[in-house]
């Protein structure tokens, strides 16, 4: 494992993550990254949608059959919003520059998430409303890739992102 130079030995731990066996070497470079990435944060930009039932529907019946009736949540999008990230794994970065957020990244930008219904019932209640991520991205590609590979995310991401294109 001495053997490998540097740069081949992060590209194997941005796959495998903290299962990889480090040597000193290895650890001072990461380390050395991470702390350039706590000086300088990475910027993220991101727009959020917020599901509800429409009014008439909220307002007359607060619980539905959701297989007798064809209502839908309306999606109301917001304006881009940017956070500085640092010290929490991204999730998945496409070559396009979409990314597929972590459950870190996603709970440090919607608190509280929780969903409009559960899919297991069939009825639903059309008071309140959920939030989700529509489109988060970086302008800068190539730095964020950098962060990927020092801060490895292998578990799931939310794959249901519009690309910012």
Same mark, same amino acid.
Not at 84 to 99: A, Q, V
């Given at each position: 494992?001495?053997?490998?130079?540097?740069? +081949? %030995?992060? #590209?194997?731990?941005?796959?495998?993550?903290?299962?990889?066996?480090?040597?000193? =070497?290895?650890y001072t470079l990461i380390k050395d990254i991470r702390d350039n990435f706590n000086k300088n944060p990475i910027k993220l930009y991101y727009r959020v949608t917020r599901w509800r039932f429409p009014r008439k529907w909220a307002g007359e019946r607060n619980i539905i059959n959701r297989f007798n009736s064809t209502i839908r949540p309306n999606m109301k999008v917001f304006k881009t919003k940017s956070i500085? +990230? %640092?010290? #929490?794994?991204?999730?998945?970065?496409?070559?396009?520059?979409?990314?597929y957020? =972590?459950?870190?990244?996603?709970?440090?930008?919607?608190?509280?998430?929780?969903?409009?219904?559960?899919?297991?019932?069939?009825?639903?209640?059309?008071?309140?409303?959920?939030?989700?991520?529509?489109?988060?991205?970086?302008?800068?590609?190539?730095?964020?890739?950098?962060?990927?590979n020092i801060r490895p995310y292998l578990g799931p991401v939310n794959t249901w992102i519009m690309n910012n294109n």
């Open positions: 494992m001495n053997e490998l130079p540097e740069e +081949i %030995s992060l #590209i194997i731990y941005s796959y495998v993550g903290n299962n990889f066996i480090t040597n000193k =070497s290895l500085d +990230i %640092s010290n #929490i794994p991204i999730g998945i970065l496409k070559d396009d520059g979409t990314i957020p =972590s459950k870190f990244l996603e709970r440090k930008i919607l608190p509280k998430p929780f969903p409009l219904y559960d899919a297991s019932s069939i009825y639903i209640n059309t008071q309140g409303f959920s939030w989700s991520l529509y489109t988060i991205y970086s302008k800068n590609v190539n730095r964020c890739r950098e962060y990927v």
